[in-house]
T-cell receptor
Framework: EAGVAQSPRYKIIEKRQSVAFWCNPI?????LYWYQQILGQGPKLLIQ????????DSQLPKDRFSAERLKGVDSTLKIQPAKLEDSAVYLC?????????????FGPGTRLTVL | AQSVTQPDIHITVSEGASLELRCNYS??????LFWYVQSPGQGLQLLLK??????LVQGIKGFEAEFKRSQSSFNLRKPSVHWSDAAEYFC????????????FGTGTQLKVEL
């Protein structure tokens, strides 16, 4: 079974530039999550999708971050414009559903460096 | 709001020695708890989970964890550490009705000395 795929694996940009990350969840997984993991911290949930709808985006900085999952499968997370403090690893995860106790499967992440 | 504390940022153990990584959570209702491991450049891999029932849970790679409600703890243990266990370990908590959202601790970096 293929795991969660993410691309690119690494990205270096200048501040004020824009960047986009792509995630393809495990086939059949209805729920998709984007996390931000800053160095030395645990992952923090940015946004959660159920199929193509947003379940929770309360911690997404909506002035600069946006995410979509138009067809309920793969997803894109965008940052525009980027700030220095956005340097982090962006993890995508998926689960069968968003009922309690569903295991979340994580992708390898995209490491973003903002200079 | 729920929170997770992993008090040890770094731990160093000798290969073959026993290991215990601490995790404390703060939440009023019954939580469900996870331990994940993250190797460099990799995503998080689930080691074990607790939802209900037996408070001692077994996971992959010889790890186990014990849920102690009275202490609000879910410590991870392994009787004999292997060099390949060197990685970062994260404790995470969710709660019933929370829509499967998890709150993660800050992680414990494990170093194994040969």
């Amino acid at each position: 079974e293929a795991g969660v795929a993410q691309s690119p694996r690494y990205k270096i940009i200048e501040k004020r530039q824009s960047v986009a990350f792509w995630c393809n969840p495990i086939s059949g997984h209805a729920t998709l999550y984007w996390y931000q993991q800053i160095l030395g911290q645990g992952p923090k949930l940015l946004i959660q999708f159920q199929n193509n709808g947003v379940v929770d985006d309360s911690q997404l900085p909506k002035d600069r971050f946006s995410a979509e999952r138009l067809k309920g499968v793969d997803s894109t997370l965008k940052i525009q414009p980027a700030k220095l403090e956005d340097s982090a690893v962006y993890l995508c995860a998926s689960s069968l559903d968003y009922n309690n106790h569903n295991e979340q499967f994580f992708g390898p992440g995209t490491r973003l460096t903002v200079l | 709001a729920q929170s997770v504390t992993q008090p040890d940022i770094h731990i160093t153990v000798s290969e073959g020695a026993s290991l215990e990584l601490r995790c404390n959570y703060s939440y009023g209702a019954t939580p469900y708890l996870f331990w994940y491991v993250q190797s460099p450049g990799q995503g998080l891999q689930l080691l074990l989970k607790y939802f209900s029932g037996d408070t001692l849970v077994q996971g992959i790679k010889g790890f186990e964890a014990e849920f102690k409600r009275s202490q609000s703890s879910f410590n991870l243990r392994k009787p004999s550490v292997h060099w390949s266990d060197a990685a970062e370990y994260f404790c995470a908590v969710g709660f019933t009705g929370g829509g499967n959202k998890l709150t993660f601790g800050t992680g414990t970096q494990l170093k194994v000395e040969l």
